[in-house]
């Protein structure tokens, strides 16, 4: 029997010298594997069973740093902001965006002109959007506040303690808009045509075709959404550190990444860093699993 037989018989593998070929190839790869992501692990797990400040050598803690996550008020005042923000960032995003895909899904003059617009805040530097932001947020000097003081009211301080959570939100979904409404687009010119024309035979409105055709056929859509989404509201960090950093380093709404930032870099509290981000991997994991298991029952796939 030929090679080129035996390759059909048991597919396209790498022989001899290509695998050595590959393995060299691949090597990089797998070097940045190890050290990279596994070694960081294990490095970071290690850690948070310990006392260290970089500067001197590391002594044990035991569970001292695990401990301080569920007694210290700072700690614990991120965690829930950092659940607060989640549970209105997901939904909104997921919403927001197959909503902005469904209107754009349509042969309409300027189309793409107006998915490059909602595109654009995905491919801006989240530095220069916040910059921005602030000066629409601003209390004394922002746009918000004069476009309200123009019309009798009072400037607000969006910013502030009371009103921030809903302030960033609305920064961080619109952010976060032009990324789920490409993948919302993708699954919607996934769905077959013939679908709509015999809906539309039948009678069916706009809104019946909805939520009877296209709902249920972009739910794999919506769950790679979902999940997306639930990572960035737990990794969210580079808009609220911009907007809502204040003196001493310190935050008008942490969450634990900032939280986790703050303990490295301006305590040199590398421990109690790590247990934090030890423990906001567990969260985002139990979350994955919860999301899968609920994928079996109302993910769709045709």
Known sequence: MSIADQREQVGLKPMGAEKVALWLMLTPTIIGLLFG????????????????????????????NYAALFTDAKLLKSLVNTFSFSLLYVPSVVIVSLLAAVL?????????????????????????TALVWNMIYG??????????QQFGGQPVCWLCTDKVLFALIIV???GAIGEGMIIFLAGLTAVPRD?????????ATDLQQFFRITLPLVTPSIFFQTLMST????????????LTRRGQGDSSFPVMVYSIYRNAWTFFNYGGASA???????????????????????????
Do not use: C
Not at 231 to 242: E, H, L, R, T, V
Not at 278 to 283: A, G, H, K, R, Y
């Open 276 to 302: 934090q981000a030890v423990e906001l991997t567990l969260f985002v994991v139990i979350l994955m699993a919860f999301y899968f298991w609920l994928e079996k029952r109302y993910v769709f796939y045709e």
């Open 37 to 64: 992501v596994l070694g960081s692990i294990v490095a970071t797990l290690v850690l948070s069973f310990t006392h260290w400040d970089l500067l001197t050598a590391p002594t044990w803690a035991g569970w001292v």
């Open 195 to 203: 679908y709509y024309e015999a809906a539309m035979l039948d009678g």
């Open 104 to 128: 754009l899904n349509r042969k309409l003059p300027g189309v793409s002109i107006f998915r490059t617009i909602f595109f654009l805040p995905a491919v801006t530097s989240a530095v220069a």
């Open 231 to 242: 990572i960035n509201a737990f990794q969210a960090y580079d808009y609220i550190y911009m």
């Open 172 to 174: 961080n979904v619109w």
């Open 139 to 148: 209390k004394d000097t922002g746009i918000l506040n004069y476009i309200i």
